[in-house]
């Protein structure tokens, strides 16, 4: 059973940055690929950025390219979402996601995080 913990979250005015964590329980993420995805008020999860833990590779929603990075610590078992010039759109509850496998920029994820708000202020 993967274990995930988000930290980090908080509110910050229109243009300014956070940067979250997930901690994993797993040693050995090699084979996982490990996601963000978010949710606002009254509306559906959605895919936020993805990266595959053995190769790095990056995968982003074209609403967050350019303002947002995921990065991964493999000594830590730790995902990390640097997020810049942030906006009120961006307000939402941002859960950490892992799934055996490839990544997918869906919500189809296995395991998942408690979850942890962001809120922009306008």
């Known amino acids: 059973q993967v274990r995930l913990v988000e930290s980090g979250g908080g509110l910050v005015q229109t243009g300014g940055s956070l940067r979250l964590s997930c901690a994993a329980s797993?040693?050995?993420?090699?084979?996982?690929?490990m996601a963000w995805v978010r949710q606002a008020p009254g509306k559906e999860r959605e895919f936020v950025a993805a990266i595959r833990w053995i190769s790095g590779t990056t995968y982003y929603a074209g609403s967050v390219k350019g303002r947002f990075t995921i990065s991964r610590d493999n000594a830590k078992s730790t995902v990390y979402l640097q997020m810049n010039s942030l906006k009120p759109d961006d307000t939402a509850v941002y859960y950490c996601?892992?799934?055996?496998?490839?990544?997918?920029?869906?919500?189809?994820?296995?395991?998942w995080g408690q979850g942890t708000q962001v809120t922009v202020s306008s």
């Open positions: 996601a892992a799934r055996f496998g490839l990544p997918t920029m869906t919500t189809d994820y296995d395991y």
């Open positions: 797993e040693r050995t993420f090699s084979n996982y690929a």
